[in-house]
């Protein structure tokens, strides 16, 4: 059964690629390669032995889509990654980010409107929640106001989806939010490669680790929290990948009860920041470089989720703990900078 992924040479397009494979689907990538390197195609196939058809395209262009779409009219189902997710660029360019991460949404909708069955799977976020009133976060939290631009795209992008899925009762979809993706392949062949600074707090803690960062800053102490630090649901990229292997069969043999749904994804658990830097240290056996540093705006004070309906409802739970995604994380790190 032939699946496509767009985005699929990104952080976690690749490693539900691996996923995929592993379960049998043929998989055909379609990634324009602004955020991902050629190389991950190797990684894939070093894990799974079998290559990808992959196709160098930028989505935001509907008449290549059309053509993709009419080359490949085999297709059974869409895991739709593709799309600009750095919430600072997002504030400084909004532009940018309608523009790649709603009309490629759209014009991918458009063309799975037209087949007799389409199965549709939407990497959302945790970010529509903002700062939530009660914690954990179940899927029925209100969405709040986004606080940037690009936490606007996952909403809207929700909201596309789910009122084409209520006139269009052929396509199928499901929106899963992810709550804080880390770590990588046990086997160190993919894993996050951030271009630049990395914005997000596991990649700056290994790659100051590995001293190519000399200080991590952490964004204030003074949180009303245990420690003073932010919390946040740390969820191992391979749980997040498995569980859209998960929601894709579900579609696919139909146990779905609406035909759009939304699943939080992530452990249940939350870690504060130096509970993060304490499982670097635990598992690195080095001591990490740190500074306690301004609150860096619009970051909420915890976010963690509900897992209830992704347990019952998925039958999917994350299995790794925070030593085992920050000791992928590291041992990838270790790999890269060789
Ligand atoms: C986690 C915690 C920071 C860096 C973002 C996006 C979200 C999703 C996941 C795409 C916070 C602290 C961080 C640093 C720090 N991305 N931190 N020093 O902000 O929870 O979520 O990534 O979907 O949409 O918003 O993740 O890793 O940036 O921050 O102290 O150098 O680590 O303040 O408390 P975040 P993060």
Sequence with gaps: MKILVTGGLGFIGSHTVVELQQKGFEVVIIDNLSNAGIEVLEGITAITGKVPEFVKMDLR???????????????????????S???????EN?????????STLVYILQELSKKDRARFIFSSSCTVYGQADELPITEGAPVKPAESPYGNTKQVGEEIIRDTCNINKNLEAIALRYFNPIGAHPSAHIGELPIGVPQNLVPFITQTGIGLREQLAVFGDDYPTEDGTCIRDYIHVVDLAKAHVVALERLLNKKNKENYEVFNLGTGRGSSVLE???????????????????RRPGDVIAAY???TKANNELGWKAQSSLDDAMTSAWKWEQKIRK
């Design 94 to 102: 909004p532009l940018l980010y309608y523009e790649n991460n709603i």
């Design 61 to 83: 262009d509907k008449q290549k889509v059309n053509q993709f779409f009419r080359d490949h009219s085999d297709i059974e189902g869409v895991i739709h990654f593709a799309a």
């Design 276 to 294: 993060v830097i304490g499982s670097f240290e635990r598992v690195s056996g080095e001591k990490l470089n740190y500074r306690i540093a301004e």
């Design 85 to 91: 997710k750095a919430v600072g660029e997002s504030v």
């Design 305 to 307: 989720a509900d897992t």
